[in-house]
T-cell receptor, first 115, second 115 residues
Framework: AQSVTQLDSQVPVFEEAPVELRCNYS??????LFWYVQYPNQGLQLLLK??????LVKGINGFEAEFNKSQTSFHLRKPSVHISDTAEYFC?????????????FGKGTLLTVNP | GAVVSQHPSRVICKSGTSVKIECRSL??????MFWYRQFPKQSLMLMAT?????????EQGVEKDKFLINHASLTLSTLTVTSAHPEDSSFYIC???????????FGSGTRLTVV
């Protein structure tokens, strides 16, 4: 079984400040990791994913994440946020095949960027 | 590429009636699709996994007779909420597995309100 823990349910920051959204996972097998963003009343948009290779993954909108196997973490970062980054962010894990391709989501982190 | 179209985006129905939600993969063939339910300010809860041409696999606690899932073709999966009640009001999101390199693509969601 796999699980995802997003340590912060809400993260308020000021515009142009850096931000880190934390994600830890647990799994007995190799996993693939994803970060999604959700704006109100919309579906999920992929920000970035880690499948293999370089542990530093760059995504859309200036976001990046680092896979740390020893700490079982996949924290999301952005050096300077904008008001438009205000949204809900979900970390997710999949073993891509072992469980019929199921995605397991964290509870989400609401990022609020204030002027 | 890898677009999933979900309709309707919003629906209001009377208690006791049935509602069908459609999810179409527009530019790829989706052999595996997922249906999620999301309560306000909460994460996505996987309801079922549907594979083209076979019966859906429901998660524990999800009533298969109430939430009918059909995946009759490689581009269409439907979720029918039968005999809807106010407690079925929620945001429903579909997702398709698009392969190892792409991961998952999500529909834009359906806001169901049962009155």
């Amino acid at each position: 079984a796999q699980s995802v823990t997003q340590l912060d349910s809400q993260v308020p920051v000021f515009e142009e400040a850096p931000v880190e959204l934390r994600c830890n996972y647990s799994s007995s097998v190799s996993v693939y990791l994803f970060w999604y963003v959700q704006y109100p009343n919309q579906g999920l948009q992929l920000l970035l994913k880690y499948l293999s290779g370089s542990t530093l993954v760059k995504g859309i909108n200036g976001f990046e994440a680092e896979f740390n196997k020893s700490q079982t973490s996949f924290h999301l970062r952005k050096p300077s946020v904008h008001i438009s980054d205000t949204a809900e962010y979900f970390c997710a894990v999949s073993d891509l095949g072992g469980s019929n391709y199921k995605l397991t989501f964290g509870k989400g982190t609401l990022l609020t960027v204030n002027p | 590429g890898a677009v999933v179209s979900q309709h309707p985006s919003r629906v209001i129905c009377k208690s006791g009636t049935s509602v069908k939600i459609e999810c179409r993969s527009l530019d790829f063939q989706a052999t595996t699709m997922f249906w999620y339910r999301q309560f306000p300010k909460q994460s996505l809860m996987l309801m079922a996994t549907s594979n083209e041409g076979s019966k859906a696999t429901y998660e524990q606690g999800v009533e298969k007779d109430k939430f009918l899932i059909n995946h009759a073709s490689l581009t269409l999966s439907t979720l029918t909420v039968t005999s809807a009640h106010p407690e079925d009001s929620s945001f429903y999101i579909c997702s398709a597995f698009t392969g190892v390199n792409y991961g998952y693509t999500f529909g834009s969601g359906t806001r169901l309100t049962v009155v």
